[in-house]
């Protein structure tokens, strides 16, 4: 027997009819350096339509790559929509990348058309000789210097054309959006995400036991775009009635505090580094005000417990920790205590990686992939699957990631039956010393609960007897001081002696990677070169 109902494709085209129809007059604002611009979402669908319109005239075609190299603003949204609404696939350039790998990613997807802010256009111009393929480029504002070459102008192509494109009626399945891994060894890979996988995180993103976004909400997206489709939130936003605050390039702490007072969002999406900045900035401010705020999403690394009590201590806020990948769309749990937690006990489990959400299903393995049990105390590396979870990577084969139409997500820690997981480490980062397993992420976590410490990071150093030990490299608050004798000592009351450091490294900034999270590989090529300052404590 079948059923009788209707079989209509999820399509993104979709997403931003509902938006316009039903919340036509929510507002979008962007940043810049002469104030807040606003959009209302019919004004962006409308404008949506222009952009196919003229990309259609510039010849882009079903399947045809468009890319983007933009900060967060109105016209990369525009774009967000119109591109894979048209049947062509948006790839979202990242434009923190090194020139090699950026020309890598550009030709790789096979670019013909890219769309660029002009602030970025000398970013551009680096590796414009090196993409070939590269037919058009679609400047966004104003770049006297002519370092592109030939381009066409973003208004001028809209202007030009009527509101009123007919979006085609797609397969579900097809390819929407490209977006390429970061933080990798090797060459970045990408992802290749379908109307039907977008539309389906959508409603993830928006039901209540995950981020619940909705129309009362109006959201400060400091996730750049350029990372896993800003974690989603653009195309939550018209599905749910969201409004958006658009930051572009203002990402420190003070114009973080200025948005956050002055445009009222209830809840705001970024990395663990962007947030410990804005507390930092925040104890010197006084008309900091945080109050509009009912949470905010961090993901992209752990969360330190210090970074939660203060925000729910000092400003009365929830941190919600969101785990994921670009591999999985990226939302698969969210950090939201169980119903009827007490308040007092909200915070064990604000401080593991998440709860899994509805769609996706998760399980730990070990080494040869005997799956273990959920018991919150068996460690093994988590492979997950789900409608909005990759199962290969585009052009590439790289079958050690999967395993039976799972997804090895390199991630280790437990699973409890409840469905929390708990990230002890990345397979690539985790210290094997003298044959047992010391996390370098619970070591970085504990040292940052010392209030000198701004930021800690910890990789695996070779050790002659114990094969690998841990080396800490911190970051100590502004005028702060504090020797590395009192931190091992800190330590020493919060971890297992043998974990305990002897090599201290004090610095000035954690290398981090293009979107925000620590880069151990530099790490331990600086210690491998000799350029660190090691302080060794018996």
């Not at 195309?235 to 973080?256: D, H, K, N, W």
């Amino acid at each position: 027997m079948k059923s009788t109902m209707q079989d209509a494709p999820l399509l993104i085209s979709g997403i931003m009819r509902h938006g316009e129809s039903i919340y036509s007059e929510k507002r979008v604002f962007t940043v810049t350096p002469d104030g807040v611009e606003e959009a209302t979402f019919l004004q962006i669908a409308k404008r949506a339509e222009q952009l196919a319109a003229a990309l259609t005239k510039l010849g882009v075609r079903s399947g045809d790559r468009v890319g983007t190299f933009m900060w967060n603003n109105q016209a990369h949204m525009e774009a967000y929509f119109a591109v894979p609404s048209m049947g062509a696939v948006l790839h979202t350039l990242n434009i923190r990348l090194f020139p090699e790998q950026l020309a890598y990613i550009i030709n790789h997807a096979e670019d013909e058309i890219l769309i660029v802010d002009a602030s970025l256009a000398t970013l551009l111009a680096k590796v414009r000789d090196q993409i070939p393929l590269v037919k058009t480029i679609i400047l966004h504002g104003e770049d006297p210097s002519g370092l592109l070459g030939e381009t066409l102008d973003y208004e001028t192509l809209i202007s030009a054309e009527r509101p009123g494109y007919e979006w085609p009626v797609l397969d579900e399945r097809d390819a929407a959006i490209m977006c390429y891994t970061s933080g990798t060894t090797g060459n970045p890979k990408g992802v290749v995400y379908s109307h039907r996988s977008t539309w389906l995180h959508s409603m993830a993103q928006s039901a209540a036991n995950s981020v619940g976004l909705c129309e009362k909400d109006r959201c400060l997206v400091i996730v750049p775009m350029f990372h896993v489709n800003a974690w989603g939130t653009v195309f939550t936003s018209f599905f749910a009635g969201v409004e958006l605050i658009m930051p572009q390039m203002y990402l420190q702490g003070a114009p973080i505090i200025k948005m956050v007072r002055e445009l009222r969002p209830t809840i705001s999406l970024g990395v663990p580094t962007v947030w410990n900045d804005v507390l930092r900035v925040a104890e010197s401010t006084p008309e900091t005000d945080f109050s509009s705020l009912r949470a905010i999403l961090v993901g992209g690394a752990a969360v330190p417990r210090s970074m939660i009590v203060t925000f729910r201590d000092v400003y009365g806020i929830d941190v919600i920790q969101g785990w994921g990948m670009t591999e999985t769309s990226p939302l698969a749990a969210v950090s939201n205590p169980p119903a009827g937690t007490p308040k007092e006990l909200e915070i064990e489990y604000r401080v593991k990686a998440g709860r899994i959400v509805a769609g996706v299903e998760l399980r730990i393995t070990d080494d040869n992939g005997t799956v273990l049990p959920r018991d919150g105390k068996t460690i093994g590396e988590f492979e997950i699957r789900g409608p909005w979870v990759t199962a290969s990577y585009f052009g590439v084969d790289d079958p050690e990631k999967f395993r039976d139409g799972w997804l090895r997500t390199g991630d280790i820690g437990t699973l409890d039956g409840e469905g929390y997981l708990t990230v002890t480490d990345r397979t690539k980062d985790v210290i094997k010393s003298g044959g047992e397993w010391i996390s370098s992420v619970e070591l970085e976590l504990a040292v940052m609960e010392h209030p000198s410490v701004f930021e800690a990071a910890v990789v695996a150093v070779p050790d002659e007897k114990w094969q690998e030990r841990p080396l800490c490299c911190v970051v100590l608050q502004p005028g702060a001081s504090v020797s590395a004798e009192e931190l091992k000592e800190f330590l020493a009351e919060r971890v297992a002696k043998w974990w305990l450091p002897e090599r201290w490294s004090f610095i000035e900034s954690v290398p981090k990677t293009s979107v925000g999270k620590f880069d151990k590989k530099v790490l331990r090529a600086q210690y491998a070169e000799g350029t660190l300052e090691v302080v060794v404590v018996n």
